[in-house]
T-cell receptor, first 113, second 117 residues
Framework: GENVGLHLPTLSVQEGDNSIINCAYSNSASDYFIWYKQESGKGPQFIIDIRSNMDKRQGQRVTVLLNKTVKHLSLQIAATQPGDSAVYFCAESKKTGFQKLVFGTGTRLLVSP | EADIYQTPRYLVIGTGKKITLECSQTMGHDKMYWYQQDPGMELHLIHYSYGVNSTEKGDLSSESTVSRIRTEHFPLTLESARPSHTSQYLC????????????????FGSGTQLSVL
């Protein structure tokens, strides 16, 4: 079955550093990937997404990289700020019928000033 | 900012009570979802809906039920709550539009934290 997981449960960085959050997936049929940010007591908030026909996509201070060869997804946050502290989830889905996202366990990002 | 609302935000009830968690969205989205999330853990899909009068069970078995009588409303009901139902319940919606990469993203509500004593 599908398996979306994360390499590190907690990532601690200094303010201003770049952060890289990694995610491994096992379903080679997945063709859509998405990163969410979840702050304490809130619902997940969309950050960035990418389709399998791309290997990189950039947003504001964030970049998602997709390596289909090793089934690896990463989220890069440039110039990390204290407001970036949250749990980050990757999720995948495939185009078979109803689109259902499968979420990974999550990585907690702690940004210290 | 997503226009999807969940009430109540927090609910503490006794075992055996019937409860309904409310979820409404004002975006006109056809698809709606309920996820269950334990602290620090991943989200598990428990129910979803293609549209009005459509409801399906998700990947995680749940004793809850849902209904979709109106596009904007997707309530979740537990007929008899138990301590094992203690969890956070997140509602989401989505709409497939065009062919861009952003056309399938889910918008989430703030969640209902349920505690059953």
């Amino acid at each position: 079955g599908e398996n979306v997981g994360l390499h590190l449960p907690t990532l601690s960085v200094q303010e201003g550093d770049n952060s890289i959050i990694n995610c491994a997936y096992s379903n080679s049929a997945s063709d859509y990937f998405i990163w969410y940010k979840q702050e304490s007591g809130k619902g997940p908030q969309f950050i960035i997404d990418i389709r399998s026909n791309m290997d990189k996509r950039q947003g504001q201070r964030v970049t998602v990289l997709l390596n289909k060869t090793v089934k690896h997804l990463s989220l890069q946050i440039a110039a990390t700020q204290p407001g970036d502290s949250a749990v980050y989830f990757c999720a995948e889905s495939k185009k078979t019928g109803f689109q259902k996202l499968v979420f990974g366990t999550g990585t907690r990002l702690l940004v210290s000033p | 900012e997503a226009d999807i609302y969940q009430t109540p935000r927090y609910l503490v009830i006794g075992t055996g009570k019937k409860i309904t968690l409310e979820c409404s969205q004002t975006m006109g989205h056809d698809k709606m979802y309920w996820y269950q999330q334990d602290p620090g853990m991943e989200l598990h899909l428990i129910h979803y809906s293609y549209g009005v009068n459509s409801t399906e069970k998700g990947d995680l078995s749940s004793e809850s039920t849902v209904s979709r009588i109106r596009t904007e409303h997707f309530p979740l009901t537990l007929e008899s709550a138990r301590p094992s139902h203690t969890s956070q319940y997140l509602c989401a919606s989505s709409s497939r539009t065009g062919g861009t990469a952003t056309n399938e993203k889910l918008f989430f509500g703030s969640g209902t934290q349920l505690s059953v004593l």
